[in-house]
């Protein structure tokens, strides 16, 4: 469909790679090793992604949904335990937990930002709740102080989900330097990707050093003894992929650069349609990566919001449907759900109910395009959003 668009519709292609990724790879490859125990890139891309973030303890995981089950289980979570997640998320985020026998329990968002409600968390602390998992949204930071207030007051660590937000910023901190555990995501449509990846940042080395053993089937980095000390699995990232994330990091800070300045542009347009809502922000994120351009339009039902994709997609707009509410996907039942019908969550989660229907994103890549495509982007918005 993108050939068919007009000339002004070609938006830069994602992911973005150059010489420095060849490099790289080449580079692996030369080594002669290609997993992290014998080789050099998945320990520098740690440091390096690690010192990007202002955390000292990094680790590199094969992908974001193992990043989020690992952090998980060195806070404690297991059988028996809880924790909270926003009912508006990507699956992983519940079903982390869930592989992990604990029951998650979804809590409504926040009409403007899509991100938790703390209110609504602090509501559902329960004496089994291990964590609160806050996910910043489209790159907009969940409020990670009234979050840290709320851990402090219950003794309930946070762990955040990251998986949007490589290099955001809240009030002059960066992931790293917020005292939670922050887990990260490097798949193909990312911020920053080698396919596959995951990343998690320790506020501490003690967690660190559980972690490595968990993700390394329990065993010690320099063992030739088969001396497992944990249970675990194999959860390493391979040489191959942390060439490439080295080279996607160096290009990370100038894309946010592009996507800060694209994304005022589109949404004052888009705050001028009558029906369009943008993502709000809290101005307390002072870096948002933005890895979702995200707009409501309130009142559309699912079945009138996947029309309307549908018709931006064949207008040339790479436009998707949101996620659906979590308790509203078969998967969400399978395990470890909440003793509430979907209809009981649904009542207490009133801003997800809508939201999810209502709620349209279009791919990071529109917001490195050219600043006179974000005025085409929302003229076409503008022709086929239906009349309030
Ligand atoms: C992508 C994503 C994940 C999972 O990451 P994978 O690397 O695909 O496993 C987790 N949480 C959120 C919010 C995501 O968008």
């Not at 030369?30 to 010192?51: L, P, T």
């Not at 990007?52 to 289980?73: C, D, M, Q, R, S």
């Not at 003690?206 to 980095?221: D, I, K, N, T, V």
């Not at 709620?359 to 600043?371: D, F, M, N, P, T």
Request: proline letters at 6%; hydrophobic letters at 45%.
């Amino acid at each position: 469909m993108v050939e068919n668009a007009p000339e002004s519709l070609s938006f830069p292609a994602w992911p973005q790679f150059g010489d420095e990724e060849r490099t790289g790879l080449i580079r692996a490859l030369e080594q002669g090793q290609w997993w992290r125990i014998a080789g050099n890139e998945v320990e520098a891309f740690e440091r390096e992604f690690g010192a990007h973030h202002g955390a000292e303890h990094a680790l590199a995981v094969t992908n974001g949904t193992h990043a989020l089950e690992l952090a998980l289980e060195v806070l404690g979570v297991g059988p028996g335990t809880e924790v909270i997640v926003p009912a508006f998320t990507f699956i992983s985020s519940s079903q982390a937990a869930q592989r992990l026998g604990a029951v998650a329990v979804p809590v409504d968002v926040d009409p403007a930002t899509y991100c938790i409600d703390v209110a609504a968390a602090e509501r559902a602390v329960t004496p089994r709740t291990r964590a609160i998992m806050p996910v910043h949204m489209a790159g907009h930071v969940a409020d990670m102080d009234a979050l840290a207030k709320l851990s402090a007051d219950t003794d309930v660590p946070v762990i955040q989900d990251a998986a949007h937000a490589h290099g955001a910023r809240w009030q002059g901190r960066r992931m790293g330097e917020l005292g939670s555990v922050a887990a990260f995501s490097f798949q193909n449509g990312k911020l920053m990707t080698a396919g596959e990846g995951g990343a998690v940042l320790f506020p501490d080395g003690e967690l660190w050093q559980e972690a490595f053993l968990r993700h390394s089937c329990g065993r010690p980095r320099e063992d030739r003894s088969y001396l497992h000390r944990t249970s675990g699995s194999n959860f390493r990232l391979n040489e191959f992929s942390a060439s490439v994330l080295r080279a996607q990091l160096g290009r990370l800070e100038s894309q946010i650069d592009t996507r800060e300045q694209r994304w005022p542009v589109l949404a004052r347009d888009l705050a001028e349609i009558p029906g369009v809502v943008p993502q709000g922000r809290d101005e307390r994120v002072d870096r948002n990566p933005h890895y979702m351009a995200m707009f409501r339009v309130p009142g559309l039902d699912e079945k009138r919001r996947n029309e309307l994709v549908d018709v931006l997609i064949g207008k040339g707009l790479p436009a998707f449907a949101s996620f659906r509410a979590i308790y509203r996907c078969d998967a969400f039942w399978e395990r470890a759900a909440p003793d509430e019908t979907v209809a009981e969550i649904a009542s207490r989660c009133p801003v997800t109910e809508a939201l999810f229907q209502d709620s349209i994103w279009l791919h990071h890549r529109v917001l490195l395009g050219a600043e006179e495509q974000m005025h085409d982007v929302a003229s076409i918005i503008a022709d086929h959003v239906p009349a309030p």
